[in-house]
């Protein structure tokens, strides 16, 4: 991994992205699960060409602030800089901005996982809960 790689991530505010459709608040404005979700669609990127083959990367913490709202119509964009790696733990500053100026920050961790062993842990729960 390199330490202060960066990867930026973009989406249009649509009616599917608001609170209201997305259940966190009433108005029709970029919810904060969507945005939550763009950073973590960046960090994802900002590290893909690292990953070995058969390895993947799950969220595993997130630390933001949304600090302004924006409107459906209007593109909202995000960036996720990696600032550490410790073994198979990273962590990433990641903000989030419309064409206005800046709409939320924060951190994000993120652990490199087998995807062939994460699933299978994932399917024996389901089979534990019969």
Known sequence: MEIGSVSKAVTLVTQKSTACAMRSGSLPVFATP???ALMEEAACDCI???LAEGETSVGTAMNIRH???TPIGRNVYAEARLMAAEGRRLTFEVRAW???G???RGTHE???????KFLAKAQ???????
């Not at 993120?110 to 062939?116: K, M």
């Not at 024996?124 to 019969?130: M, V, Y």
């Open 34 to 36: 969507a945005m939550v």
């Open 48 to 50: 893909a060409p690292f």
């Open 67 to 69: 600090t302004a709202a």
């Open 98 to 100: 419309d064409d206005t």
């Open 102 to 104: 800046e709409i939320g």
């Open 110 to 116: 993120r652990a490199i996982v087998s995807s062939e």
């Open 124 to 130: 024996a729960k389901g089979e534990n809960s019969n």
